[in-house]
């Protein structure tokens, strides 16, 4: 028998009407091929917050100042941020990342130093990295998955912080799912009406000028052109993720943006993402469409942080519970009445 078959087997021998746990039925049978099991399990969940500032904020598309990426990344240290909370109620071992922060945190205690540069370049005038430092982020995310691993760590979740994030986040949808730029663009962090037109104004240039500069792109070109490292970094950790066979949670826009572009990289890596949160920001229910996933939960959340994936984590383990807690009907001596 299939491993697939014998999963859906067991899952419909629970004693319980058949599919009558719903979402939970499908995430069960999600994890177990992930893990190539039917007695899946979590060990160690890792959350990685990941922080780094973008040149496209000095053009106005944020209402947020770039100074409160690196004032967030020291109260995360001090256990004071919406992830921090969720992190420490769903047992999560979080780990904060400086990739690119512009600000001098590597003397902050708490904080892992892999500052690939401070901040990007204004993508509204040249490439937002180098193809070299877009290597290395891919390359840093790899290497923290491998370091979560090696803690025990089989399911992970990925959290950003950088004000200005959601403009590269609207362009990637714009670019690789072919929606007209101004669908894709929203309030980010509260910008208001005439905020964000002057946002898709700039948007707008920066992709026209995309356009001349590499007119024959690649299939990594936009992340290259307008990525963050905090995004880039995410996406090597999602794509190492998957190699090692964890369950990868995807939170919001931001993230499902880096989901987006590890797909692009790699299709099968979608296999292991759980999609936990539909947020606030406008296009994000396209993009999630763009990726033909449904996500678990719908709370309103905006926050980022990875806060919408750390909120769903009860979801999987509920999932993961019904594999291994319930009893079947042999053994409960239930008539099996379908």
């Not at 025990?152 to 590269?168: A, D, H, R």
């Amino acid at each position: 028998m299939e491993l697939k078959d014998a999963i859906q087997q067991k899952i419909d021998n629970l004693n319980k009407p058949k599919g009558s746990l719903g979402r939970l039925e499908e995430l069960a049978m999600q994890i177990c091929m992930i893990q190539q099991t039917l007695m899946p399990k979590l060990t160690h969940p890792c959350h990685l917050l990941l922080g780094a500032d973008h040149g496209i904020e000095r053009e106005g598309v944020s209402v947020s100042p770039r100074e409160v990426t690196w004032q967030q990344m020291i109260n995360f240290t001090h256990g004071g941020g919406g992830c921090n909370m969720f992190c420490r109620q769903h047992g999560f071992d979080m780990r904060i990342v400086d990739v690119g922060v512009d600000y001098d945190l590597s003397q902050v205690p708490g904080i892992i130093n892999k500052k690939i540069a401070r901040g990007t370049r204004d993508f509204l005038y040249v490439p937002a990295m180098t193809e070299t430092q877009y290597d290395e982020a891919l390359r840093i995310g790899a290497e923290l998955v491998d370091d979560c691993v090696k803690d025990g760590c089989n399911v992970l979740c990925i959290g950003e912080m950088g004000i200005g994030n959601t403009s590269p986040s609207s362009i990637w949808m714009h670019l690789y799912g072919n929606i007209p730029l101004e669908e894709c663009i929203g309030a980010g962090s509260g910008l208001d009406t005439p905020g964000i037109r002057h946002k898709y104004e700039v948007l707008l240039k920066a992709v026209e000028n995309y356009k001349t500069v590499v007119p024959y792109p690649t299939v990594s070109s936009p992340l290259i052109y307008f990525g963050g490292f905090e995004m880039i970094t995410a996406i090597g950790a999602m794509l190492r993720a998957a190699e090692r066979h964890l369950v990868i949670l995807i939170d919001g826009f931001i993230m499902t943006a880096c989901a987006l572009g590890a797909v692009q990289l790699n299709a099968d890596v979608k296999k292991y993402m759980v999609f936990t949160h539909c947020g606030d920001e406008s296009g994000h229910k396209r993009m999630l469409e763009l990726l033909d996933a449904r996500p678990l939960l719908n709370l309103g959340l905006r926050l980022g942080e990875g806060t919408g994936a750390l909120c769903a984590y009860p979801l999987i383990d509920s999932a993961v519970r019904m594999m291994n807690e319930m009893n079947n009907f042999d053994d409960a001596k239930i008539t099996k009445y379908f």
